[in-house]
């Protein structure tokens, strides 16, 4: 292994703090797939209703596909949450400078 980090906190929402103040990663929300990490990419609504429950396809008209597992995503009922996380998320790494250790000959 070439880099690690312990990550303090004893609650994912302090792990994710500890992380953003520390390494101040660059944010790329709702692009990669929450089950195998593939990119996710914009798809019709009438390409993925097949796979919708009623009330789904009924209420939401904005959806995206992972590009490897095929698994379909839109803004659900965790969605405002997601937002607020993600706002926060972003607020933290913003008020911090990236952190740089690489050096240049
Ligand atoms: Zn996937």
Do not use: I
């Amino acid at each position: 292994m070439r880099f690690g980090a312990y990550v303090r906190g004893a609650d994912p929402d302090s792990q994710l703090r500890d992380v953003l103040d520390r390494f101040a990663p660059p944010l790329r929300p709702w692009t990669r797939c929450t089950a195998c990490n593939g990119m996710l990419e914009p798809v019709a609504k009438n390409e993925v209703e097949h796979l919708l429950r009623p009330g789904t396809r009924r209420t939401y008209e904005v959806f995206a596909r992972c590009r490897s597992c095929g698994k379909v995503y839109w803004r659900g009922a965790h969605g405002r949450r997601l937002a607020t996380l993600v706002e926060s998320a972003r607020r933290v790494v913003d008020a911090r400078s990236p952190v740089c250790t690489m050096r240049t000959r």
